[in-house]
């Protein structure tokens, strides 16, 4: 059966919509370009573009090492995710074995938990392992968790059995069933798990401020958070349209990653959100 076209009207409102999501974004990177007295006085309007809060950004700022050790927590953190928790989640999809099912409830239990309810026992564990101030303890914490653990269990079950059935008889070991049957089916899953990890480990900033309270080891939105009282505490008579200012640049150099990392792996995105979502 051939599917609806969209009308004018539903064209008209999808507009709309994308205005309305992409205008906090355009505004954020133009006014970072103009003068900060003009961000207070004129926040609507265009003005010449300059890099001077960007420049003084820089300077007040080490956001340069902020970008270096999330760059590095996200590679490794990432890597032990996209690794760890499909395979955790074929042995819950695919396997029988005693305690499964309680051991399956137990992991889905961890994630009625807060994050806040978490951080005192971490943080102790943290310290009675002399891993505070440390890439460890931004690192290992959270790097295998329920959510992906559950959300590739949901993609994997979408699996027939009988595929599977199919690389054994071909005499694959279950090492090679999963690395060349199930990996390259549950790659929109894989896309989809990837995007979310991405955003939850860059975006994360309540482990990083409590496991790191040096500037050697920030995460980019540690030093982001800091950056209004160094603008003000470096900058004698610095006003408040400075601190909008390099705030601006800030943020928008921080959003850019994540902004092209969603645009090339959209299409990916949304099939594995709709591939996770049913069960065949």
């Known amino acids: 059966m051939k599917q609806a076209r969209p009308g004018p009207a539903q064209y008209v409102v999808l507009a709309l919509l994308a205005v309305a999501f992409l205008y906090p974004i355009w505004w ?34 080490p956001i340069g090492t902020g970008f270096v050790n999330t760059a590095l927590v996200l590679a490794v953190k990432g890597a032990m995710t996209m690794v760890f928790c499909p395979l955790a989640g074929y042995a819950f999809a695919k396997y029988t074995f005693p305690g499964k099912n309680a051991l399956f409830g137990v992991v889905m239990l961890t994630l009625m938990l807060p994050t806040l309810v978490l951080i005192i026992p ?27 653990i559950f959300w590739m269990r ?38 989809a798990l990837a995007v979310l990890t991405t955003m939850n480990i860059y975006n994360d900033f309540v482990w990083p401020v409590v496991a790191v309270n040096d500037t050697a080891h920030q995460t980019v939105q540690v030093v982001l958070s800091t950056l209004a009282q160094n603008v003000t505490g470096n900058r004698v008579g610095a006003d408040f349209a400075t601190v909008w200012g390099e705030l601006l640049a800030a943020g928008s150099i921080a959003m850019l990653p994540l902004l092209v990392i969603f645009i090339l792996l959209q299409r990916h995105f949304i099939s594995g959100i709709l591939a996770g979502s049913v069960k065949g």
Do not use: C, H
């Open 122 to 148: 971490l943080l102790l564990e943290m310290s009675s392992l002399g891993w505070v101030n440390t890439y460890q303890a931004l690192i290992l914490p959270g790097s295998v968790d329920a959510f992906s």
């Open 154 to 191: 949901q993609v994997i079950a979408a699996i027939p059995d009988e595929l599977l059935d199919a690389g054994r008889v071909d005499g694959a070991s279950e090492f090679g069933v999963f690395a060349r049957v199930v990996i390259p089916v549950i790659r929109p899953g894989l896309a």
């Open 28 to 61: 954020a990177l133009s006014s970072s370009l103009k003068p900060a007295a003009e961000i207070i006085t004129s926040p609507l309007s265009v003005g010449g573009p300059t890099l001077d809060n960007y420049r003084a950004m820089f300077a007040d700022v």
